[in-house]
T-cell receptor, first 111, second 115 residues
Framework: GNSVTQMEGPVTLSEEAFLTINCTYT??????LFWYVQYPGEGLQLLLK?????DKGSNKGFEATYRKETTSFHLEKGSVQVSDSAVYFC??????????FGAGTRLTVKP | DTGVSQDPRHKITKRGQNVTFRCDPI?????LYWYRQTLGQGPEFLTY????????KSRLLSDRFSAERPKGSFSTLEIQRTEQGDSAMYLC?????????????FGPGTRLLVL
């Protein structure tokens, strides 16, 4: 079945460090891929998405490229801020009615 | 439009009691989803509606759980005879399918604690 595997956390970085959170997927067909962010006590917010191979999603300095050949959608940011501290979820939607999420990666950015 | 809203944000109940949660989707969205999220995990799909029709239910949705969307707008999720294992965050999401593309937008969630 469809599934998402993402890098286990927690991840702790200093402010202005480079961030990578790995995400790989297994799916039939051509899924859409997403990164969601969850701040403490809140629901999920869409961070970025990509709907076909080689698409790059970007938002708020975060980027992720849909790599069909490696079935990956790694999240990157060149310079993290304390305000980026949150839990990040990679997700896929392959048939538009059953979104599958990874287990989440907790990021803590220290000043 | 203020996005997806959920009520209440927090609920504490005693084992065996019934609870009901409400979700108001983004107004033009015809699809509505319910998910459950336990600590340290990603959301798990429970059920979804297209307009007022409930089209799919997960095996996670036991017979103690029921969801409705009577007029194709807001939805309710009821849990009867709650158990401690029901303690979780219950998330609602809505979307509007455009061709084969769809993006789900989530509400803030209802955190349930069963004592």
């Amino acid at each position: 079945g469809n599934s998402v595997t993402q890098m286990e956390g927690p991840v702790t970085l200093s402010e202005e460090a480079f961030l990578t959170i790995n995400c790989t997927y297994t799916a039939t067909g051509y899924p859409s891929l997403f990164w969601y962010v969850q701040y403490p006590g809140e629901g999920l917010q869409l961070l970025l998405k990509a709907t076909k191979a080689d698409d790059k999603g970007s938002n708020k300095g975060f980027e992720a490229t849909y790599r069909k050949e490696t079935t990956s959608f790694h999240l990157e940011k060149g310079s993290v801020q304390v305000s980026d501290s949150a839990v990040y979820f990679c997700a896929l939607s392959a048939n538009n009615n059953d979104m599958r999420f990874g287990a989440g990666t907790r990021l803590t950015v220290k000043p | 439009d203020t996005g997806v809203s959920q009520d209440p944000r927090h609920k504490i109940t005693k084992r065996g009691q019934n609870v009901t949660f409400r979700c108001d989707p983004i107004s033009e969205h015809n699809r509505l989803y319910w998910y459950r999220q336990t600590l340290g995990q990603g959301p798990e799909f429970l059920t979804y509606f297209q307009n007022e029709a409930q089209l799919e239910k997960s095996r996670l949705l036991s017979d103690r759980f029921s969801a409705e969307r009577p007029k194709g707008s807001f939805s309710t999720l009821e849990i009867q005879r709650t158990e401690q294992g029901d303690s979780a965050m219950y998330l609602c999401a809505s979307s509007q399918r455009q061709g084969y593309l769809e993006t789900q937008y989530f509400g803030p969630g209802t955190r349930l604690l069963v004592l």
